[in-house]
């Protein structure tokens, strides 16, 4: 639990040394559904586009109980994670929203319970990997996803990964696959700082695994751990120009936007937020804590969108390449209470999902929400 920081907006730039990542030519591997990340680096750079969020266009869905993740499907709809029992929901293409399921296994309890949601499209079928928090751990489980639009249904799930400890606080459990193919998979420190410096550890780390939740190839010290020194990574995107990007909760200081590279320290618990050390990464921007306390992140074209629990805000950062371009600009200031996620669509748009009944909000009428909102050319 984090104690009240008092501090003046603060945007901080810094820019990150570029390292190599030695990542040899992988194997042929399964395509990632549409919605996934679809960027990737490029020998020609294309020129660099910022965006704006406007206003917000429709209300997709409501009533929803303590959501974590949204997971856009093709066709219009979406699968939204609800953390304390663990169900499923599925927003059909005809805007109604209906239980697929629930993930066997979950044990809620604190900021633990159904996490992340990532689906991966291979040859047709649909396979939907979860992070939840279990009886002992976080793991990672996959399962099929079966039936069509407006009438999903949960397979049989298999633990991928586990071990992971968990905590009341501090359980990270972002997925998403990246350009390259591979699931990447966000832990916390569970309250354990001093496993996010073990470099054998799984936790305070952000791990890159294949679909069976093997180490990829190509990872900087042959196991799961593709960074470390992290204290609990909650959102993880790319931008146009194929640069990894990590928001991460501080402790009573400085929230945190990094530029992820492979085999980096990000310095926790030993630093936190910019520190200057050469033997740590620093953040490419920092936040006081009542200004962010950053959960989901997303990109399109070179702008980082970043949704802020206790800052109650969707920040908007401009990046250029690995660098932060201007000041971060802060949208709906308080308007729609706590923000835990934030999904950029194929037609431009953003989905913005609320988190005010997690215990810590204040629900509003209808909550929680996923929200539609314009994106609009950057000044």
């Known amino acids: 639990m984090r104690r009240d920081a008092r501090w003046a907006v603060v945007g901080c730039l810094v820019m990150v040394l570029t390292a190599t990542s030695g990542c040899s030519a992988p194997a042929p591997r399964p395509t990632p559904s549409s919605q996934a990340p679809t960027v990737g680096p490029s020998t020609t750079p294309a020129a660099q586009t910022w965006w704006r969020a406007g206003s917000v266009t429709g209300t997709l869905a409501s009533a929803l109980v303590a959501p974590w993740s949204v997971v856009p499907l093709d066709g219009g709809g979406a699968l939204i994670s609800e953390r304390g029992d663990g169900t499923v929901l599925e927003l059909t293409p005809d805007g109604e929203v209906r239980a697929v399921g629930a993930i066997p296994g979950v044990v809620s309890g604190g900021e633990s319970g159904l996490h992340g949601l990532a689906l991966l499209q291979t040859d047709g079928a649909l396979t939907l990997f979860a992070y939840f928090g279990a009886a002992d751990d976080n793991r990672v489980a996959r399962m099929p996803l079966l039936g069509e639009p407006g009438s999903f249904a949960l397979g049989e799930p298999e ?40 470099r054998d550890s799984l936790n305070g780390k952000i791990l890159r695994v294949t679909a069976d939740g093997d180490p990829a190839p190509g990872n900087p010290w042959g196991t799961r751990v593709w960074s470390m020194g992290h204290r609990n990574v909650q959102g993880i995107a790319w931008t146009a120009d194929g640069t990894m ?135």
Do not use: C, K
Request: proline letters at 7%; zero cysteines; glycine letters at 14%.
């Open 245 to 379: 990007w990590a928001s991460e909760f501080g402790q009573d200081t400085w929230d945190e936007l990094n530029r992820i590279d492979p085999g980096g320290d990000y310095g926790w618990p030993v630093v936190e937020g910019i520190s200057g050390r050469e033997e740590f990464t620093d953040p490419v921007a920092q936040w006081p804590t009542t200004d962010a306390s950053p959960s989901g992140i997303a990109a399109r074209g070179d702008t980082v969108f970043m949704a802020g629990l206790r800052g109650e805000r969707l920040w908007q950062i401009d990046t250029d390449a690995g660098a932060m371009r201007d000041e971060p600009v802060a949208a709906f200031v308080g308007e729609h209470g706590r923000l835990r996620d934030v999904v950029a669509l194929p037609d431009g748009s953003l989905w913005l999902l609320t988190s005010n009944t997690d215990g810590r909000g204040s629900p509003r009428p209808g909550d929680d929400l996923l929200l539609r909102v314009e994106v609009v050319p950057a000044p």
């Open 159 to 198: 633990v991928i990964l586990e071990g992971i400890a968990r905590a009341s606080t501090h359980d990270g459990g972002r997925l998403a696959f990246g350009p390259d193919g591979y699931l990447y998979v966000t832990t916390g420190d569970a309250q354990q700082r001093d496993a996010a410096q073990d």
